[in-house]
């Protein structure tokens, strides 16, 4: 049995220590926020904070995992992400969401490691993020303007 | 074409006209159900009031003062859940807190598509809006009627002083109710026979502009529930073994040491490939690797896309195999031509690779209802091919439809139903023993086939003297999409009409217009993808409109003004879009140019100018100014939007999407060979709305045509290099 740390609670699951954290997030123990789209790192639909770092869960796995914290879409939370969470929502960023629990995670680890992102920073920071919606403009708007009102 | 476009309905706003509608209500634990049959095609012959199933309906008012809309639309991102709301609450009086929508099947006399003929439910053609913008003001408004009689009778005031607005019924006396409250007297009130709609001078929510979608808090926190999150009891995951080549079957496979690993369930074989069962996705997947099958490729596809295409471009040279359009005489005018011009345009095949690969979930419950969950877009043919999968009577099988990462025409598969069959035939394969989910990966999907088709055209144009354009002749080589989708929809010639459309009724006015097609017979299987034809063939006109142009030392605005007769949505959306980009005007910054591009689609009309620099021999994208015509706006924020995301979306592709196949395998798989468009090469976009107070058509698809010629076009302009063969970026 492996232990996971998971947004502050302890999953005890019956995982091998290659499988992804995706799957033992997804399937073990039931958070289903984070997101399957490319198993390969390639789209970052899966990505979660492991020790507060954005990673992709695809390709971590459970013995990675072993004393680190995870936290997944479900469990985050902060002024940062109470402040993209306003944003998506009043900037109606989304269209399916389904890349959103993601581009969630990875805008707000931006946001915290840099308070004023420039586009270039923008660019760095998200394009590992896929969405098919082709949201980008919208989530570029809503980074700049989360970072306004958590300035302000 | 348009004859055969009209002889099935592909016309919009022809829904009153075309159906009567029966509304009928019944009561549901003290709440009210409104929803409408389809009657008679006849005036005045309509049947009675049909019985109404309470989850048969458009809307259920429960006493706890919910109100739920059942959509007939399927939502795949692009906000048709949020434009039924719209309209319902429109005419309802409902508030936004009270409502929530759900995916409806089961009922064809509610939800058939009169796009699409009438004859099944469907989602597609950029029709959500236009096909149920009367029935679902009426069922809100006949609704809305019966609470307010309801209400009227109750307090013993004329029915003319109940006021109606975010969910109350209220009266100058002070009284006021819910919606709850009144449902169940309201099942009582009789079914008005005309409710009036409101008149646009009254609407409060259609075309607000400060809207918002009501179901975007969810997609913020990780509880918007997609397929691939059912969670049922003992469910177990299955994931797929496809053919490696198209048409390719099983021969025999070695699942021994597959079975053998932990957790393993069970391996299936299936009509189309090897189904390994277990109780999770990763466990499934490591068995996947562990079974060996031996393919037969006797009735595979075996040629590669360099193959195929070169024998496109030999069949582009020859006559077309069918005329679509030929008017005046083409021949003669080239043959009087001052100058002539000739170009031919090479489109790869495209996967639609939505973020959620394909998935469907099957459990047959203790009374023998095989429940399917999934993306459906057509559930009432899915439900008639799961049943077949199943061997089961379709009244067994219950579609339930699911919120969707993504679809872009990949969900319409009415030719065998696709995953929910699949998914079917592995819940029976399995005895019905749990419930099942059937989850692709990236490589499954991206696999799978269903593809844009590739396409070879071969385009001529014949100036005159002046540089007038005079002749026009339009070669498209291709798959057609509707022989293995809706072959009905073929006319008697073979021609189909999606392989030319956007080309055969090109806006422009040419004296001599020849517009011809040869389907070719390539064992891929191909599907529509977002914009369906126009994808190629406003690429393929409007670039070539622009090569003209030069030709003729004509800028490509006025020529394109001078060429536009009669076509005054055209003309106001690309005066519209070129005034707001500075067109001829503004100064751009050096090394940058400008290019345009105009196209109908669905109805709508959009036009594109891109702002373009070249850098390092690859083209960049700096800011896009898009203005549309969608008749009146519903939402003009998911109109925003959607213009938006097909920008990118159209972007991503002739930048650098393509699915090439070697002897008959598909080479890419991920996202990492397979290349949408990123956030860093995402443009700045400005969307204009033209206000309109025309009959409300699609939005989802018609923003995307305009991008790649407008951005070819633009490239041309800086550089000179015309982009013939796309994607533009070869090793992308």
């Known amino acids: 049995m492996a232990k996971l740390n998971i947004n502050g609670t302890v999953h005890e699951v019956d995982a091998p220590g290659d499988m992804p954290l995706l799957w033992a997030i997804r399937d073990l123990a039931g958070l289903s926020g984070t997101k399957f789209g490319c198993g390969l790192a390639q789209c970052g639909a899966c990505t979660i904070h492991l020790d507060n770092e954005p990673v992709r869960s695809c390709q971590t796995f459970v013995e990675d995992a072993d004393g680190a914290t995870i936290t997944t879409i479900e469990g985050l939370n902060g002024k940062v992400t109470d402040t993209v969470r306003a944003v998506w929502t009043e900037m109606d960023v989304p269209q399916c969401g389904y890349c959103q629990s993601g581009q969630i995670m990875s805008a707000v680890a931006l946001l915290t490691a840099n308070k004023m992102p420039t586009d270039a920073d923008i660019d760095d920071s998200m394009s590992g993020n896929l969405c098919r919606c082709g949201t980008y403009h919208r989530i570029r708007a809503g980074i700049h303007e989360a970072a306004k009102r958590l300035e302000a | ?732």
């Not at chain 2, 939505?354 to 009374?367: G, I, K, Q, S, T």
């Not at chain 2, 999934?374 to 099988?397: C, F, L, N, R, T």
């Not at chain 2, 650098?656 to 860093?680: C, F, H, I, S, W």
């Open chain 2, 1 to 732: 074409m348009m004859n055969i476009m009209r002889k099935y309905g592909l016309e919009p706003a022809m829904e009153t006209s075309r159906r009567q509608f029966i509304v009928g209500a019944a009561a549901v634990t003290g709440g009210l159900v409104v929803g409408f049959g389809a009657g008679a095609a006849t005036p005045g012959k309509q049947k009675e009031a049909p019985t109404i199933d309470p989850f048969d309906a458009y809307i259920q008012i429960s006493a706890d003062n919910k109100v739920t809309i059942l959509s007939s639309q399927f939502d795949m991102g692009q906000g048709s859940y949020h434009g039924i709301a719209t309209l319902v609450i429109e005419e309802l009086g409902a508030s936004w807190d009270q409502i929530t929508v759900q995916g409806a099947s089961g009922n064809k006399a509610y939800y058939a598509n009169l796009a699409f003929g009438g004859t099944f439910q469907g989602s597609g053609g950029s029709t959500s809006i236009t096909s149920f913008y009367t029935r679902y003001r009426t069922a809100g408004a006949t609704a809305r009627t019966m609470l307010s009689e309801a209400a009227a009778k109750a307090w013993g005031v004329p029915v003319t002083e109940i006021s109606v607005a975010e969910g109350r019924l209220a009266h100058k006396s002070g009284k006021s109710a819910t919606f709850g409250d009144m449902a169940g007297a309201a099942v009582n009130v009789p079914v008005p026979k005309n409710v009036t709609l409101k008149a646009p001078s009254e609407w409060t929510e259609i075309g607000r502009v400060d809207a918002r979608r009501h179901d975007t808090a969810s997609k913020t926190d990780g509880t918007h529930d997609f397929t691939i999150d059912v969670k049922l009891p003992g469910m177990l995951t299955a994931v797929m073994i496809h053919p490696p080549r198209f048409g390719g079957t099983v021969k025999s496979f070695d699942a021994a040491k597959a079975k053998s690993m932990p957790g393993v369930v069970d391996v299936v074989a299936l009509p189309r490939g090897v189904a390994v069962v277990a109780q999770n996705t990763w466990a499934a997947l490591q068995a996947r690797d562990a079974v060996t099958v031996q393919w037969d490729d006797s009735e595979a596809e075996m040629r590669g896309t360099d193959q195929i295409i070169a024998e496109y471009k030999t069949l582009a040279t020859g006559k077309p195999g069918i005329i679509a359009v030929d008017t005046g005489d083409a021949d003669e005018a080239f043959a009087g031509a001052a100058k002539v011009l000739e170009a031919e345009y090479t489109f790869p095949y495209l996967a639609h690779a939505a973020m959620e690969p394909l998935n469907a979930v099957a459990h047959r419950n203790a009374d023998g209802i095989l429940d399917i969950w999934g993306g459906h877009q057509m559930p009432d043919i899915y439900q008639d091919h799961a049943a077949k999968a199943a061997g089961v009577k379709p009244e067994q099988v219950r579609m339930n439809i699911m919120k969707t990462g993504g679809g872009f025409g990949r969900r319409a598969c009415p030719a065998d139903g696709d995953i929910t069959a699949e998914v079917a035939s592995i819940a029976k394969a399995i005895g019905f023993t749990a419930p099942v989910k059937l989850q692709w990966t990236r490589e499954n999907d991206m696999r799978g086939g269903r593809y844009r088709p590739a396409y070879v055209h071969r385009l001529k144009a014949g100036l005159d003297a002046v540089g007038n354009l005079v002749a026009w002749d339009h070669h498209i080589v291709g798959q057609s999409i509707i022989k293995d989708t809706l072959p009905f929809l073929l006319a008697k010639n073979g021609l189909d009409f999606m392989s030319v459309e956007g080309a055969a009724n090109m806006p422009y006015t040419i004296p001599n217009f020849r517009v011809g097609v040869t389907n070719a017979e390539v064992g891929v299987p191909v599907l529509w993808w977002r914009s369906v034809g126009s994808t190629h063939n406003a690429y393929a006109t409007e670039v070539f409109l622009d090569e003209v142009a030069r030709a003729a030392g004509k800028d490509p605005l006025a020529m394109r003004l001078e060429l536009l007769k009669d076509k005054p949505r055209h003309v106001g959306v690309l005066k519209l879009a070129a005034e707001k980009a500075g067109w001829g005007v503004k100064t751009i910054p050096k090394g940058h140019a400008l290019g345009l591009s105009v196209h109908e689609s669905f109805h709508s009309y959009v036009a594109e100018v891109a702002e373009v620099s070249v850098e390092e021999g690859l083209p960049k994208v700096h800011r896009v100014v898009a203005a549309v015509d969608c008749g009146i706006p519903i939402n003009p924020n998911v109109i925003e939007a959607q213009v938006q995301g097909s920008i990118g979306f159209g972007l991503g592709a002739i930048l650098a999407e393509k699915v090439t196949m070697t002897a008959g395998v598909v080479d890419q798989g991920n996202y990492d060979t397979y290349t949408p468009l990123r956030m860093n090469a995402m443009p700045d976009v400005d969307v204009h709305i033209v206000a309109s107070d025309a009959s409300p058509t699609g939005i989802g698809e018609p923003a995307v045509p305009p991008i790649g010629p407008a951005v070819a076009n633009a490239v041309a302009a800086a550089t000179g290099k015309v982009y013939r063969d796309l994607p533009m970026i070869k090793d992308g």
